[in-house]
């Protein structure tokens, strides 16, 4: 019942039984959130674009970036990882709707497919614009 679970051991004695089973909803979402990132992550370009972001920010280190720089690095990054979790997404429910051949399921796969590449090619475009800059700096320097 609710209200009737609050004297529980380290509980606060203001919190109701519904609060406390939002708490608990909001852990669990995490949670699932996170087991939906590992899921992804087994994915190959998701373990590509996580070396790229490593060699990204190393370079970042090395070439002395500026803040600016460091957050848009980490912005692309943030994209491209969110991209390529929802294409993972896409590919699981075509996957399920659709196992034979369709011509929809092959649009839905080229089309989510695609939106990572545009991120990706946004985050290259970004990163001319970040590592030129600091690359003749360090060299003129
Ligand atoms: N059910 C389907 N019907 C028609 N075409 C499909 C179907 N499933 C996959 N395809 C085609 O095959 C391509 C590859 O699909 P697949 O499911 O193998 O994804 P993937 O390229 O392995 O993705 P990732 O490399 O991100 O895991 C799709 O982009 C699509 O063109």
Redesign the pocket.
């Given at each position: 019942m609710a209200g009737s679970e609050t004297a529980g051991q380290g509980v606060d004695a203001g919190e109701t039984g519904e609060t406390l089973k939002r708490k608990n909803n909001l852990v669990k979402s995490f949670g699932y959130a996170a087991s939906g990132v590992v899921q992804a992550g087994s994915?190959?370009?998701f373990k590509v674009d996580v070396v790229a972001a490593v060699v990204v920010f190393a370079a970042c280190a090395l070439l002395r970036v500026p803040a600016w720089g460091w957050a848009a690095v980490a912005v692309c990054v943030g994209v491209q990882l969110a991209m390529e979790t929802v294409?993972?997404a896409i590919?699981a429910i075509?996957?399920l709707a659709?196992?034979?051949?369709?011509?929809l399921?092959?649009r839905a796969?080229?089309c989510a497919?695609g939106a990572a590449l545009i991120t990706a090619c946004a985050s290259v475009i970004v990163g001319l614009i970040v590592f030129v800059p600091a690359l003749f700096a360090l060299l003129g320097a």
């Open positions: 994915e190959r370009n294409n993972t590919e075509v996957d659709s196992p034979e051949i369709h011509p399921a092959k796969k080229d497919a």
